[in-house]
């Protein structure tokens, strides 16, 4: 058993990774989603930048391994994609998130709830499937190769003019079971702003993803820590800098990383 769990494991680590969460919704921060919508009518277009390093991964003790045998080696991870958004009326707004070479698409949903109360909350809800040139097998070893649904729920907690905070939690089910024998997983994520300087937003985020599968040994969870800002000094642009790292895990790559992101607002 813990022989075929090992193989499993290095072929996981083998494979680029995908967000399964909700994609082509807007935020106001980094990668939380906020309770506003794109007003009616608009369109929310950003290209994103993110790239990423590994030389460790977090084993099924949740201890720090090298990933390769010597000190010469390191697995990039690298992407660039857009996100179009549009605000198909009031507190509702629809998005898609794809990549350049339309390998993956991430198709989303969010409404706010119209409640006069704070912190705010909105529901959303979206789907992630497979479509590049290439062999797609639904019962693939890898959970991030075959197609998703999501959905959950988005409260924005506005503390003052300066401060305020996002706060996410979703769940993730797999269309059909892998073969390892996982189907769905969890995310929570929580990104706090705060303006210390006029129309610059500086952003802590902390992030929480949890994988199951019917063997526990199999399981896998990763905690990262994601610093950034967000740059508002043009009425319709906003830039996005982040630097997100891992804390801690359980069968995942331990990476460090730097994203960049250009949201455009158009009407």
């Known amino acids: 058993m813990k022989r075929t769990v090992i193989l499993l494991f290095a072929f996981l680590l083998s494979a680029g990774i995908v967000s399964a969460q909700t994609g082509g919704l807007s935020a106001s921060k980094l990668g939380t989603y ?126 003052s003019d300066k401060l305020s905070a996002d706060f996410n939690a979703q769940y993730q089910k797999h269309l059909n079971k892998t073969v390892a024998g996982h189907d769905r997983g969890y995310y929570v994520n929580t990104d ?17 993803l949890f994988r199951d599968h019917e063997n526990p040994e199999l399981d896998s969870y990763l905690f990262t820590f994601n610093p950034g800002i967000a740059v508002e000094r043009a009425e319709r642009f906003i830039l996005v800098l982040n630097a997100p790292f891992d804390l801690f895990g359980k069968n995942e790559y331990k990476t460090k990383g730097f994203g960049l992101a250009l949201t455009i607002l158009l009407n």
Request: charged share 15%.
């Open 192 to 208: 706090i702003g705060y303006y210390l300087f006029e129309n610059i937003n500086f952003i802590a985020g902390f992030y929480y």
């Open 34 to 159: 906020c309770t506003e919508t794109v007003p009616a009518g608009a369109i929310e277009f950003e290209p994103a930048f993110n790239l990423s390093s590994s030389v460790s991964f977090f084993d099924s003790n949740g201890d720090v391994r090298d990933l390769f045998m010597s000190e010469d080696s390191t697995q990039y991870f690298s992407s660039l994609g857009l996100r179009f958004t549009y605000g198909l009326f009031e507190n509702f707004e629809a998005g898609i998130s794809l990549p350049f070479d339309v390998s993956t698409l991430s198709a989303g949903v969010k409404y706010k709830l119209p409640l006069d109360i704070k912190p705010e909350f909105a529901l959303m809800a979206g789907y992630n499937g497979i479509y590049g040139n290439n062999i797609y097998v639904k019962r693939d070893e890898v959970s991030e190769s075959t197609s998703s649904v999501a959905f959950g729920i988005i409260s924005t907690y506005e503390i």
